[in-house]
């Protein structure tokens, strides 16, 4: 059974950081690429990072570069998702998502599996 488990969510002050993390089993984690995707209330669902698991590049939307980082760690199956310098209009359910592909990542539709998803409020 595929399971992706998010976790680290939480309130946290402009500029401040906070670390999210995806718990993956089910699927052979060394073959798929993960990624991260936020919706805010009334918003469409977002990207916001993305890992590959055949070139091990990284993906990043422009509003969240130099800020967000994206790791893998394939012996614990898992994903992070730190964030740092976080900003009010950045308060969304993040969700972790993960696709058979290695490429088109920042696209949803290419994602396969999607977890519960986490709350992030960033207060002003």
């Known amino acids: 059974q595929v399971q992706l488990a998010e976790s680290g969510g939480g309130l946290v002050q402009t500029g401040g950081s906070l670390r999210l993390s995806c718990a993956a089993s089910g699927f052979d984690f060394n073959t798929v690429s993960m990624g991260w995707f936020r919706q805010a209330p009334g918003q469409e669902r977002e990207f916001v990072a993305a890992v590959s698991w055949l070139t091990k590049g990284t993906y990043f939307a422009d509003s969240v570069k130099d800020r967000f980082t994206i790791t893998r760690d394939n012996a614990q199956n898992t994903v992070l998702l730190q964030m740092d310098s976080v900003k009010p209009e950045e308060t969304a359910v993040y969700y972790c998502?993960?696709?058979?592909?290695?490429?088109?990542?920042?696209?949803?539709?290419?994602?396969?599996?999607w977890g519960q998803g986490t709350q992030v409020t960033v207060s002003s």
């Open positions: 998502a993960a696709s058979r592909s290695s490429v088109r990542l920042t696209t949803s539709e290419f994602y396969d599996y």
